[in-house]
């Protein structure tokens, strides 16, 4: 039984998001999504297309709305939006 649950656990997904702007802290990120993980960086780095100073990751994905609200991105498709 325990195999099951820690198969199930690591099937679970989640959605990145990278910080372009700041580092990952209270306030920097939507809090009506469960977060899975933060990491931050000790600098900026380039990650997905761009450099970010880090990511966050939830258990769902983030709105259009929360993602431009926040400054985050997934990758580098909307370039528009990126200040590198």
């Not at 977060?35 to 780095?45: G, H, M, P, S």
């Amino acid at each position: 039984m325990l195999d099951n649950l820690q198969q199930k656990d690591s099937e679970k997904q989640s959605y990145r998001y990278y910080s372009t702007l700041r580092p990952i802290a209270p306030m920097t990120y939507p809090t009506s999504k469960k977060v899975l993980n933060i990491e931050n960086f000790d600098e900026r780095k380039p990650v997905a297309g761009f450099f970010a100073w880090g990511y966050i990751e939830f258990a769902e994905p983030l709105s259009d709305e929360d993602e431009y609200d926040y400054d985050l991105y997934k990758d580098a498709s909307d370039k528009s939006r990126l200040n590198n």
